[in-house]
């Protein structure tokens, strides 16, 4: 909790000095209790563990992307419409934020109309 001192000062629960209501970030949800300087170190710490955690779920590469252009045979897979003359968006099967893999074997090829009507599912 910050404590208030004066109306204009708080105290930053981690360094322990008085500053001004706008040298406090935010964090998480509400307001911090944390000044922006002792943040600093928080927030790019945070950043790197999503970012080894995104790495950690493998990679594709281009020919892969290719190799899946000719299986599909230039189709989109929902509505088979033909890809070269619309162009295509690469999609995950199962999608990253639940729990599925960047991987080769989870991506399809969809018309751009298709990809973005499905929305998150």
């Not at 950043?47 to 892969?64: E, I, N, S, Y």
Request: glycine share 10%; net charge positive; charged share 30%.
């Amino acid at each position: 909790m910050v404590r208030k001192v004066e109306g204009l000062l708080l105290e930053c629960t981690k360094c322990k000095k008085m500053l001004p209501r706008g040298r406090f970030g935010r964090r998480g949800k509400g307001k911090a209790s944390w000044c922006k300087e002792c943040l600093k170190p928080y927030k790019a710490s945070a950043a790197a563990t999503r970012q080894k955690r995104m790495l950690g779920r493998g990679k594709f590469k281009a020919d892969d992307v290719k190799h899946l252009y000719v299986v599909q045979g230039a189709r989109c897979k929902l509505c088979n419409r033909h890809l070269g003359i619309t162009g295509y968006h690469v999609d995950h099967v199962i999608p990253i934020a639940k729990g599925g893999l960047n991987v080769a074997y989870n991506l399809q090829l969809l018309c751009p109309k298709c990809n973005l009507s499905k929305g998150k599912k």
